[in-house]
Protein backbone atom coordinates (compact mmCIF):
# COMPACT_ATOMS: atom_id res chain seq x y z
CA UNK A 1 0.00 0.00 0.00
CA UNK A 2 2.74 2.57 0.73
CA UNK A 3 5.09 1.57 -2.41
CA UNK A 4 2.32 2.66 -4.98
CA UNK A 5 2.54 6.46 -4.44
CA UNK A 6 6.17 6.41 -5.19
CA UNK A 7 5.71 4.29 -8.41
CA UNK A 8 2.97 7.03 -9.65
CA UNK A 9 4.93 9.94 -9.19
CA UNK A 10 7.92 8.00 -11.11
CA UNK A 11 5.26 7.89 -13.68
CA UNK A 12 3.83 11.31 -13.29
CA UNK A 13 6.48 13.37 -15.13
CA UNK A 14 6.08 11.32 -18.50
CA UNK A 15 2.72 11.40 -18.36
CA UNK A 16 2.35 14.93 -17.68
CA UNK A 17 4.17 16.19 -20.51
CA UNK A 18 1.34 15.66 -23.28
CA UNK A 19 -1.09 17.13 -21.04
CA UNK A 20 0.72 20.32 -20.20
CA UNK A 21 1.16 20.48 -24.16
CA UNK A 22 -2.74 20.36 -24.60
CA UNK A 23 -2.96 22.25 -21.50
CA UNK A 24 -1.73 25.94 -23.19
CA UNK A 25 -3.73 25.49 -26.39
CA UNK A 26 -7.15 25.21 -24.80
CA UNK A 27 -6.43 27.98 -22.72
CA UNK A 28 -5.63 30.70 -25.82
CA UNK A 29 -8.94 29.21 -27.54
CA UNK A 30 -10.91 30.08 -24.10
CA UNK A 31 -9.27 33.68 -24.36
CA UNK A 32 -10.25 34.22 -28.21
CA UNK A 33 -13.69 33.48 -27.24
CA UNK A 34 -14.01 35.86 -24.90
CA UNK A 35 -12.52 38.35 -27.23
CA UNK A 36 -14.67 37.68 -29.61
CA UNK A 37 -17.99 38.56 -27.34
CA UNK A 38 -16.27 41.84 -26.65
CA UNK A 39 -16.00 42.70 -29.71
CA UNK A 40 -19.91 42.91 -30.12
CA UNK A 41 -19.55 46.87 -31.02
CA UNK A 42 -20.23 47.71 -34.79
CA UNK A 43 -18.66 51.04 -36.25
CA UNK A 44 -18.91 52.34 -40.02
CA UNK A 45 -21.95 52.17 -42.16
CA UNK A 46 -23.29 48.87 -40.33
CA UNK A 47 -24.05 50.46 -37.00
CA UNK A 48 -25.99 53.36 -38.60
CA UNK A 49 -28.56 50.31 -39.74
CA UNK A 50 -30.34 47.60 -37.87
CA UNK A 51 -31.49 44.58 -39.63
CA UNK A 52 -34.58 43.02 -38.67
CA UNK A 53 -35.34 40.13 -40.69
CA UNK A 54 -35.93 41.97 -44.16
CA UNK A 55 -36.62 45.01 -42.80
CA UNK A 56 -33.53 47.33 -42.43
CA UNK A 57 -33.91 50.19 -40.25
CA UNK A 58 -32.31 53.64 -39.42
CA UNK A 59 -30.64 53.42 -35.94
CA UNK A 60 -29.19 57.00 -35.70
CA UNK A 61 -31.57 60.12 -36.83
CA UNK A 62 -30.35 61.76 -39.36
CA UNK A 63 -29.04 65.81 -39.92
CA UNK A 64 -32.37 68.45 -39.56
CA UNK A 65 -29.97 71.20 -41.25
CA UNK A 66 -28.45 68.72 -44.27
CA UNK A 67 -31.09 66.45 -44.83
CA UNK A 68 -31.56 62.29 -45.08
CA UNK A 69 -28.57 61.15 -46.19
CA UNK A 70 -26.13 62.79 -43.00
CA UNK A 71 -26.26 60.83 -39.90
CA UNK A 72 -25.92 62.09 -36.69
CA UNK A 73 -22.84 60.61 -34.00
CA UNK A 74 -24.30 58.93 -31.43
CA UNK A 75 -22.56 60.44 -28.23
CA UNK A 76 -24.34 59.55 -24.78
CA UNK A 77 -26.60 62.71 -24.29
CA UNK A 78 -26.32 64.28 -27.71
CA UNK A 79 -26.73 63.57 -31.23
CA UNK A 80 -24.15 65.75 -33.24
CA UNK A 81 -23.74 66.30 -37.47
CA UNK A 82 -20.11 65.80 -38.45
CA UNK A 83 -21.17 67.25 -41.45
CA UNK A 84 -22.25 70.97 -40.34
CA UNK A 85 -21.72 70.39 -36.42
CA UNK A 86 -25.33 70.54 -36.03
CA UNK A 87 -25.99 69.12 -32.14
CA UNK A 88 -29.19 67.87 -31.04
CA UNK A 89 -29.26 66.91 -26.89
CA UNK A 90 -31.27 63.79 -26.26
CA UNK A 91 -34.24 64.14 -24.14
CA UNK A 92 -34.47 62.29 -20.57
ZN1 LIG B 1 -25.54 68.46 -40.62
Not at 59 to 64: F, L, M, N
Not at 78 to 84: E, I, K, L, P
Amino acid sequence: MSKKPPVKKEDAPAAAAPAAEAAPAAKTQKAEKKREKKHKEEKGVRAMYKAEGEKVTRARPTCERCGPGYFMGDHHDRYTCGHCGFTRYKQK
